[in-house]
Nanobody, 114 residues
Framework: QVQLVESGGGLVQPGGSLRLSCAAS????????MGWYRQAPGKERELVAS???????KYVDSVKGRFTISRDNDKNTVYLQMNSMKPEDTAVYYC????????WGQGTQVTVSS
């Protein structure tokens, strides 16, 4: 089993920044893909960003140029730096990793509001 612990969510004003972190622990045999999903009220969960073990990244169009995903393989941790945040970024953000199986974090609330 793999455990994921997320941190960094909270309330931020429009135009502000937040950094999410997700640390993986447990029976890790090489994490191939790490990513972040989000789910806003009344909407489906969507992929925000992902990063492979080779550092190939992918972003949903709505966050390109504003969000940056990165990973520290020594710490089995993935980060999501969110800049120039907008009210439509408000959602529960979930960490997601593939390590011989898909695993999800518990989710962290991000609210963008003045």
């Amino acid at each position: 089993q793999v455990q994921l612990v997320e941190s960094g969510g909270g309330l931020v004003q429009p135009g502000g920044s937040l950094r999410l972190s997700c640390a993986a622990s447990g029976r890790i045999f090489g994490i191939a893909i790490m990513g972040w999903y989000r789910q806003a009220p009344g909407k489906e969960r969507e992929l925000v960003a992902s990063i492979t073990s080779g550092d190939t990244t992918k972003y949903v169009d709505s966050v390109k140029g504003r969000f940056t995903i990165s990973r520290d393989n020594d710490k089995n941790t993935v980060y999501l730096q969110m800049n120039s945040m907008k009210p439509e970024d408000t959602a529960v953000y979930y960490c997601n990793v593939y390590a011989l199986g898909w695993y999800w974090g518990q989710g962290t609330q991000v609210t963008v509001s003045s």
